[in-house]
């Protein structure tokens, strides 16, 4: 008999050790060796290597804009979008303290009074006579009971926990990047908005100007009608793309005040320009952005949490073993409670077997391997996206980098030209009209630059978002 009870506590022992369910890895992910649009062999950009725990910092201190700087503290305080991803990574937190309680055995402490009558009419279970009786029955009780975990469920269930609230904590930080990346491409959207309304009413000025003196030559009968109709339709073009771009300035600073947490209307931002200088963004290796990215770490997490919860579904196909202890005092009356006599205990062990469920347990394992692959698949195509995002926003780079070069050239000779026409127009061998053309050119050509200088600032804000964040610890 001692031979048995010790070869089943060793047998419990090392099912104690074995956990229903496959053991976690994460998906692989075939990733490519280097950037297309930057070549390991004459990349001109350094290898970040931060880990996607490491702090980001205030990536946003790069640009050199106290303004920018400013709003973005604002946004850290004050922003709903943060306070929800706090308010989620807390309730995972509580969800794996539920989960990690099952570890620990649960303790009760109870008291029951009752006061009973029994019938007089009941049946006899003897040769007297019944008849009704009165009593009391006080009880006062401390229970324990402890579920042996044999298959891991409730191992897989804490796995499965820990991985939600690591993908909670993730998803703040995702919601963390998102807002400053938002917040500094809105900022820096505002600000070539203005510079694109002061120009725009620049040229306004100058082709009302140009209708005045096409409308006085051709009061003279020097042009035509269709000369005075161009220029009319030259300037209400101007004016309405005036008015729209005061329309997106408007939608803008509401858009920057929602980010901020304040209300549309309480935002108020003092005019100013663009910085001086485009920092440089230096692009870290593919395989980095695993390691990096907060919105990947949370897609690998809901992987880890999916494969767990298999683990869970399968434990219902094993035993379950509860053991539970009683320890209490009863009595008929108060005053004999605590004496020995009124001692009361008891051991148990619960043993349980699911022979058949009608097919439940099949359908939730088979739910759970469904929920894991959807999960691995998100990842993969996570990781997708995310090198989509990095090749993009080096690509717009390159472009970017290329065509306002030719624009800030193109400029150049807009406002040469505008300066020899002014001279020409002040010596009497230009005319009025010919120097008035030329300005408007000159205004257009600056306006596409600051456009484009404004696009390119809005792609470094991108690909600092699609690298992760900054680069520096």
Not at 129 to 134: G, K
Not at 205 to 227: M, P, W
Request: neutral net charge; proline residues 4%; aromatic residues 6%.
């Amino acid at each position: 008999m001692k031979r048995h009870r010790l070869a089943l506590l060793i047998s419990t022992l090392l099912l104690a050790g074995c956990a229903a369910g496959p053991d976690y890895q994460r998906p692989d992910t075939p990733l490519p060796a280097h950037w297309a649009e930057a070549p390991q062999d004459n990349s001109p950009w350094q290898v970040a290597s931060p880990q996607d725990k490491e702090a980001r910092g205030a990536w946003w201190q790069v640009f050199g804009d106290p303004v920018l700087d400013q709003l973005e503290q604002q946004a850290l305080s004050g922003s709903f979008t943060l306070q929800i991803a706090l308010a989620r990574v807390e309730q995972a937190r509580g969800l794996l303290g539920i989960a990690t309680s099952a570890n620990s055995p649960s303790i009760d402490l109870g008291e029951r009074s009752t006061r009973t009558r029994s019938s007089a009419n009941r049946p006899s279970t003897g040769s007297g006579a019944v008849s009704s009786t009165l009593q009391n029955d006080h009880v006062l009780s401390l229970g324990v009971s402890y579920e042996v975990d044999l298959f891991g469920r409730i191992r897989r269930d804490v796995e499965a926990n820990s991985a939600g609230l690591e993908q909670a904590e993730a998803d703040l930080e995702n919601a963390r990047l998102i807002l400053t990346s938002d917040v500094a491409s809105t900022y820096f959207a505002l600000r070539t908005q203005e510079a694109d309304i002061a120009l725009l009413q620049q040229a306004t000025e100058l082709q009302a100007k140009t209708l005045e003196l096409v409308q006085s030559r051709y009061k003279l009968g020097a042009v035509s009608g269709l000369d005075l109709a161009q220029q009319e339709l030259l300037l209400g073009n101007t004016r309405s793309q005036w008015h729209l771009a005061q329309r997106l300035q408007a939608q803008q600073q509401h858009a920057l005040a929602t980010l901020l947490g304040v209300d549309a209307g309480a935002l108020t931002i003092a005019e100013g320009r663009l910085p001086a200088t485009l920092p440089t963004v230096p692009p870290l290796l593919p395989a980095d952005l695993l390691q990096r990215r907060p919105d990947i770490a949370s897609s690998e997490r809901a992987v880890a949490a999916a494969n767990a919860q298999i683990g869970v579904a399968r434990s219902a196909w094993f035993p379950a073993l509860r053991i539970s202890a009683n320890d209490g005092v009863e009595s008929k009356v108060w005053g004999s409670l605590l004496e020995a006599p009124s001692n009361t205990w008891a051991l148990g062990l619960a043993f349980s077997q699911m022979l058949y469920d009608g097919g439940r347990t099949r359908s939730r394992v088979a739910q759970a391997e469904a929920g894991h692959q959807l999960a691995t698949a998100s990842y993969r195509l996570t990781v997708l996206k995310a090198l989509q995002e990095v090749e993009d926003g080096l690509a717009s780079r390159r472009t970017l980098s290329a065509a306002t070069e030719e624009a800030r050239r193109a400029a150049t000779a807009g406002d040469k030209a505008a300066a020899i026409t002014g001279t020409r127009y002040k010596l009497g061998a230009a005319t009025a009209l010919e120097h008035l053309v030329t300005e408007q050119n000159a205004l257009s050509t600056r306006r596409q630059l600051q456009q484009l200088e404004g696009q390119q600032w809005a792609n470094a804000v991108f690909l600092i978002k699609a690298l992760g964040g900054s680069w520096q610890q």
